[in-house]
């Protein structure tokens, strides 16, 4: 017997020298996941094999089912050194007494060692195999490091491994808090995955489950109630998508750092959820093809708070993979505010400093108009700013210069495209230039934090390489601006005075803009088509202010104001300094013609198929609620507006709104007090 007994010592001594060291490199790959700031999951990534495995360990797993899977699957785990000798003898008896193995003697270590190293034989020399290694495991890593393998390599069925994986995959959520029957399919799955699989065979999953229940309750896991309550639950028929939040900003974060595994970034998970919905519906409600982006920053830190890329990673129709908060697009007059805080940063101008809104040629035949055509006549700055009239913002960038103005935008860490071989001219104050949304919204974030502009922080698993503040206007000229945008009028339904914003709607009707800001966070929202196409009635305060305002809202608590420098100067027109009560330009101006020029409709086209829902639900309609925006040029006003031959409106403004009654053709006039007149031909759908 002795001898018998150290041969096998011997033999298992000589097989033990031959196993080659044990390699966990393989076993240790996990899937990529990056994570909000507060570590919630927000896009896992595949292995490169295309599985998925999730990092997980036993402290993130809901304790009843660690119990239940020991209860079911290693009674002994946490005293046995990785073999259990009572199995193994119970496991042997019933095979030699039956003829046929009945139940196995592998422990949950052994298990772990079959998936480290996975052998497709199912022999003696495999199961020693096994057991050597799963001795050689426990020592190497602890009964936790076991078990934390396990639950990080258990096969789910396809490509899912791991119980995080499978829990998101067959229930939505992580393993952190399970009911009863989730728990015991979890632990029931790993054994025959292929053939239990829920979302092709449910019903051998639930045999599964109900097995496992069985066998806990009778060993006191649960109590027979709970097992029969558990029994009742579904099981679930299919599989869920994996969590796809910030879907732009976690692939910009593993492409610029591939090798790490998991990646903490600044995004708060709560709100980047609430505004990619917000974003959805939008986007749903103005039509086909339409993308909207929306990006908060923190303005004490500069930390990316929320970054939404697009309505939807997957729309192909609307080329959702495009993250269009880094997109090169024309601002319109969302840079005005800046015109203004240098003029005022210069002494050229104060916010109750008044300017002349008429009509005016600029040398270079530069002759801009505002959007609706119309002019205010003499106006302070801050209500030329809240208008966002264009002939006021002109002439105080020809003022201050409009080179001067580029290089403070760039010097403030904007990247500003320019057409090619051109010099920074006057049409930059309405849009004339290229700019990202998220420079856009770091610009408004300066304003928020006295015109220090933030350097951008998007990861929060490391600390941020120091670097200066950059500035956008000083102390004095940011909190004018700020202040007068406080007073801009809010979109329909909005309240007044929370919020600083200003809208910007690009030439052609290609991208609506909203820029709002408090004390705390600056919110950033960009509208229209990735793929650079006019959208007729995309206008940023009707468009994009909305969803602002509501993003606004969703962000929580109450706006904080800009507090007052104590050099600023609070006053009214008349108790400035004279030089500042109006503006004086030395720059020679001649009167624009565009008053008596020839009467033409500017807005609709001739020919033009225009949809306002009549067919089908509002799209991105032209107006609000079905009704259609009319615009003219030139002429003497008072102008009468015509359809079909009947007057629809009489006005001394040059923009007006029709609403029709339904679909179908109509010829739309217009006649000026001199008699001229013009009209077009339309389609209403």
Known sequence: MLVTGFACLLALWRFVATLPPLDLTQANLRSTVVLDRDGGLLRPFATVDGRWRLPLTAGQVDPRLLAMLTAYEDRRFARHPGIDPVAILRAAGQWLRHGRIVSGGSTLSMQVARLVEPRAARSLNAKLRQGVRAVELERRLGKAGVLDLYLALAPYGGPVEGLRAASLAYFGRDPARLSFAEAALLVALPQAPEARRPDRFPEAARRARDRVLDRVAARGIITPAEARAAKAEPVPHGRKPFPMLAAHAAEAAVAADPTTQSIRLTLDGRLQASLEALATERAAALGPNLSVAILALDNRT?????????????????????????????????????????????????????????????????????????????????????????????????????????????????????????????????????????????????????????????????????????????????????????????????????????????????????????????????????????????????????????????????????????????????????????????????????????????????????????????????????????????????????VDGLPVTVGSRRQSVWSPEGAGFARISVMDAAGASDSVMVRIE
């Open 302 to 642: 500069g930390a990316v708070v929320a970054q939404v890329g697009s309505p939807g990673h997957g729309d192909a129709s609307r080329l959702g993979a495009i993250d269009m908060t880094g997109a090169i697009r024309s601002p319109g007059s969302a840079l005005k505010p800046f015109i203004y805080a240098l003029a005022f940063e210069q002494g050229i101008a104060h916010p109750e400093t008044q300017l002349d809104d008429r009509p005016v040629r600029f040398p270079g035949a530069y002759a801009p108009e505002n959007f609706d055509l119309g002019y205010q006549g003499t106006v302070t700055a801050r209500r030329a700013l809240q208008l966002s009239l264009n002939v006021p913002a002109v002439e105080l960038l020809q003022a201050v210069g409009a080179a001067r103005f580029i290089a403070r935008l760039r010097e403030a860490g904007a990247r500003i495209d320019l057409p090619r071989d051109t010099a920074p001219g006057l049409p930059v104050a309405l849009g004339g230039l290229g700019i990202t949304l998220t420079d856009l919204a770091r610009l408004f974030s300066g304003l928020a934090r006295g015109g220090l502009v933030p350097p951008l922080v998007r990861r929060q698993d490391r600390v941020p390489v120091a670097a200066f503040d950059l500035r956008i206007a000083e102390p004095v000229a940011a909190w004018y601006v700020a202040d007068i945008l406080r007073g801009a009028p809010p979109p329909e339904n909005a309240l007044a005075g929370r919020i600083a914003y200003k809208t910007g709607t690009s030439y052609g009707y290609r991208d609506a803009w909203a820029v709002g800001f408090d004390r705390r966070v600056t919110l950033a929202v960009w509208v229209g088509r990735p793929d650079g196409n006019a959208v007729p009635g995309l206008v940023g305060r009707v468009v994009a202010a909305p969803i602002l305002f509501d993003a606004f809202a969703r962000f929580g608590g109450e706006p904080e104001a800009m507090p007052r420098p104590s050099e600023a100067l609070v006053a009214s027109t008349t108790g400035l300094p004279p030089p500042l009560r109006h503006l004086r330009s030395d720059v020679p101006r001649t009167v624009s013609m565009s008053l008596t020029a020839t009467l033409k409709i500017a807005y609709p086209p001739d020919g033009a198929r225009i949809d306002l829902g009549f067919a089908e639900p509002a799209l991105a309609g032209d107006a609000p609620e079905g009704r259609l925006a009319l615009k003219a040029i030139g002429g003497v006003p008072p102008l009468t507006w015509m």
